[in-house]
């Protein structure tokens, strides 16, 4: 997939901070060595129950690599606390880094994922309620390409095989932005260009001062 012909990866401008993603060659490379094999598990998963949990795992996993990415303490703040999939998606939205249409499928499929895990007489994506399959459609269609995978699409389980491959993808693709902007924040030059815009307003504001007191 060329990235830059990817119209699901972009966001609009301004909303977040990150509206297209900066793939750096090493993390493509880590993806096309760990990422097929992760779908070829999913599509292994036998029933419908198994595809929808193992996909919304997948999922998860891809938003707790850019949470601890960006939050340092991340990891013991989870295992310290009963962090749900659901307060994760909202904790990375409300950082408003990516664009939010990767947390509103993931967040579809995570509502997939529950209908099989909190109720035993659902039985296949077909049969599950009404909620779950509409959140499930909408974010579908919302995916503007992946034309070759959704002219294949025919099924409720092929719907969610799409959905997750954008979700997936797309998460991953932002990575680098994250991982440059950590490292960013993180330098001592940013610090030292902090220190300069600070001196440089404190200034400002004393001079504004000592004139309105004249």
């Known amino acids: 997939m060329v990235v830059e012909e990817a119209l699901f990866l972009y966001g609009p401008k301004g909303e977040t901070l990150f509206s297209e993603p900066f793939p750096l060659v090493s993390d493509v490379g ?30 998860e996993y891809q938003v707790d690599r850019i949470l601890k990415l960006i939050m340092p303490g991340f990891r013991r703040f989870a295992e310290n606390r009963d962090v749900t999939f659901s307060m994760k998606l909202s904790l990375l939205k409300s950082l408003s880094l990516i664009p939010e249409q990767f947390i509103a499928w993931a967040d579809a499929i995570r509502t997939v994922r529950n209908e099989f895990a909190h109720d035993i007489q659902v039985e296949s994506l077909e049969k599950m309620g009404k909620k779950a399959r509409d959140r499930l ?78």
């Open 30 to 59: 880590e993806w096309n060595s760990q990422m097929p094999a992760f779908f070829h598990r999913v599509e292994r998963s036998g029933d419908d129950r198994s595809y929808a949990i193992i996909s919304a795992i997948l999922v």
């Open 137 to 214: 459609m909408s974010a579908y269609q919302d995916i503007p390409d992946m034309k070759v995978a959704k002219e294949k699409a025919k099924t409720t389980r092929q719907f969610l095989g799409v959905t997750l491959q954008a979700v997936v993808f797309g998460l991953r693709m932002y990575e680098s932005n994250i991982m440059l902007l950590v490292e960013t924040i993180r330098s001592s030059e940013f610090l030292e260009q902090l220190k300069g815009i600070f001196s440089s307003r404190r200034t400002k504001e004393l001079e504004s001062m000592q004139g309105s007191t004249k």
